[in-house]
């Protein structure tokens, strides 16, 4: 069992500029503490809701795999809740708990596989007195997979099974074989390998103390690990590469400014936003598209923070207003209208504005467009489209 002396010294990079460092005694009873505490993971209709620390969930799925022949070589902690760990006070918060298995994805059967095992898993799950035999699979789908994505392309094999919780704390299962681009900016570029910790819980007879508890490593995906937390510390976005993130990456970074980060370069982020607006619209070429994931974003992303959608959305539509630069000027007004709605219809649900059914919305257009006579849109407020339905079939990756 490998203990915090027997490592490199706890906050420590394995060497200048390393993409590894070990976690402190602060940061491993954080991390220890999030995998012990039960998440609700909640059924549809009449299922039961499951009450289940992310530890047992790690431990039975990886047991299970390993049972049908699947090798796990880690897993991880990733995303907000891997920053929370490493740095309590960074304003970001935690939502998902994102846990991904490394994995072998060689074959289309090795998919099914996986997702089969999981579904196995959480009938073992259902408490007591629940009659499991007539349950399928698909019947568990149904009532507690949030969402299902397979990625199988030259660069990127890996799929998510996302379960089901009605306060967006979702328990993010993903099973990576391969992933180019895994993460977006560098305050969300951390991992945590957590088997010395779920070793250590299997195998010690003692609780941990300061002088006796596994070194955990922790990893950048950003490529520097004390640089990046420099960046997770001090409020500062920065990336590598910007033209590999996803559409989504324009609705991260509108929401690391409403939360008081700041670029690290304005040129440099005066590019990033240009990369970001027009991923976003070739992600997203539709205009009901980007209302339904807008809609979802706000959703999920504010649980607790709803008085901050107001000014996400208006951040939002500035950065749209002056970076977008791949449309055609009636594509980009739609578009604007779009997020000017939804922000009148976020403060009539805060009934700071009465609830209205249609509004007339004003703004400028970006320096560089030359059209007129576009001064303003009346436009009737649509309803939202909700985002907690179950899906079929495995998602595409958007």
């Known amino acids: ?136 699979p698909m019947t568990l789908k149904e009532a507690y997979v949030q969402k299902l994505v397979k990625v199988c392309n030259e660069t990127d094999r890996w799929s998510l099974i996302s379960l089901s919780n009605n306060s967006g704390k979702n328990v993010e299962l993903k099973f990576v074989d391969s992933l180019r681009r895994q993460f977006e900016f560098s305050v969300d570029s951390f991992q945590i390998i957590l088997d010395s910790l779920l070793l250590f819980g299997e195998c010690s007879e003692n609780p941990m103390a300061e002088n006796f508890h596994p070194t955990v490593t922790g990893e950048s995906m950003y490529g520097d690990f004390e640089e990046a937390m420099d960046h997770l510390r001090n409020r500062v976005i920065a990336t590598r590469n910007p033209e590999e993130i996803r559409g989504g990456g324009l609705l991260k970074y509108c929401n690391l400014l409403v939360r008081g980060f700041k670029p690290k370069s304005e040129v440099d982020m005066k590019a990033l936003q240009r990369y970001m607006c027009s991923r976003f619209f070739i992600d997203f070429s539709d205009i009901g598209e980007q209302q339904r994931k807008l809609e979802c974003y706000l959703q999920s992303h504010f649980v607790g923070m709803e008085s901050k959608r107001y000014d996400y959305l208006m951040t939002l539509h500035r950065v749209v ?41 004003y703004y400028q257009p970006a320096p560089y467009v030359s059209e007129i006579n576009f001064n303003y849109y009346v436009t009737h407020v649509q309803p939202f489209l909700p985002c907690n339905q179950s899906y079929p079939t495995w998602l595409p990756c958007n």
Not at 50 to 71: F, W, Y
Request: glycine share 8%; aromatic share 4%; proline share 4%.
């Open 321 to 361: 207003n002056e970076s977008t630069v791949c449309l055609m000027g009636h594509e980009r007004r739609q578009t604007l209208n779009l997020i000017a709605m939804l922000a009148v219809r976020v403060l009539a649900e805060q009934n700071i504005i009465p609830t209205v059914t249609n509004v007339t919305c």
């Open 1 to 136: 069992m490998l203990v915090a002396a027997a490592g490199p010294a706890p906050g420590a990079s394995e060497q200048s500029g390393g993409r590894f460092s070990v976690l402190t005694w602060e940061q491993v009873q954080r991390l220890d503490q999030i995998l012990g505490e039960a998440v609700p993971i909640h059924g549809r209709g009449n299922f039961p809701t499951l009450s289940v620390r992310p530890r047992t969930i790690v431990q039975v799925v990886r047991s299970r795999l390993e049972k049908k022949g699947i090798a796990v070589h880690n897993v991880r902690l990733n995303g907000s809740a891997a920053s929370h760990v490493l740095h309590q006070d960074s304003g970001l918060g935690y939502k998902d708990l994102d846990l991904i298995f490394g994995v072998d994805l060689k074959t289309e059967d090795v998919f099914q596989l996986v997702k089969d095992v999981v579904m196995d898993c959480l009938l073992d799950f259902l408490p007591e007195g629940v009659n499991k035999d007539k349950i399928t």
